[in-house]
């Protein structure tokens, strides 16, 4: 069964871009889609976006401007950068694969990993 | 504020049935657009519990059902059980703005 990994720095200073690679074992990455997903301690999930194996993106409009999503299939690996954060940005970020039937969903998730921004 | 509404607590005892309501709009649910349910752990990452408006990946129990009518969609619990308690969240597409959307999450107390 897949399983994902989220990995980087707990801390980032205001102004500064948050990194996170996420590790993927189990299966290929190829005919995926994989995504990455937040939450703000205590609040709900936020989609952020999500990337074909190929490298074709969808990013959340509300975000576009600061995040950035990509693939590395030769490592088993897609990474998230988010840039110019704020306190706001505090969350536990999620990565996951995506589900494609009739609809678009989030069907293996990794634990998470809690990113704070502080200076 | 969330762009799909859900109901901040629901609660029940044991063996109960008990419902949770996701109410979206015309932009997302009422378009036709599926709608997917997360439960979520204490301490956990949310895991799919039903995709495509009523549908259960492998090993979630039969006791888990959703389904959907007009712009709400709602999930239900039957024969409820201690290690139900959780959140619960419920997801679908935005037209309008062009994304995944989640409601608010619901908690689920057993009690």
């Known amino acids: 069964q897949v399983q994902l990994q989220e990995s980087g720095p707990g801390l980032v200073k205001p102004s500064e871009t948050l990194s996170l690679i996420c590790t993927v074992s189990g299966g290929s990455m190829n005919g995926y889609y994989w995504s990455w997903i937040r939450q703000p301690p205590g609040k709900g999930l936020e989609w952020l976006g999500y990337i074909y194996y190929s490298g074709s993106i969808t990013y959340n409009p509300s975000l576009k401007s600061r995040v950035t999503i990509l693939v590395d299939t030769s490592k088993n690996q897609f990474s998230l950068k988010v840039n110019s954060v704020t306190a706001a940005d505090t969350a536990v970020y999620y990565c996951a694969r995506v589900g494609h039937t009739s609809g678009w969903y989030a069907s293996y998730w990794g634990q998470g990993t809690l990113v704070t921004v502080s200076s | 504020q969330s762009v799909l509404t859900q109901p901040p607590s629901v609660s029940g005892a044991p063996g109960q049935r008990v419902t949770i309501s996701c109410t979206g709009s015309?932009?997302?649910?009422?378009?036709?657009?599926?709608v997917h349910w997360y439960q979520q752990l204490p301490g956990t990452a949310p895991k799919l519990l039903i995709y495509d408006t009523n549908n259960r990946p492998s090993g979630v129990p039969d006791r888990f059902s959703g389904s959907k009518s007009g712009t709400s969609a709602s999930l239900a619990i039957s024969g409820l059980q201690a290690e139900d308690e959780a959140d619960y969240y419920c997801q679908s597409y935005d037209s309008s703005l062009s994304a995944w959307v989640f409601g608010g999450g619901t908690k689920l107390t057993v009690l």
């Open positions: 015309s932009s997302n649910i009422g378009t036709g657009y599926d």
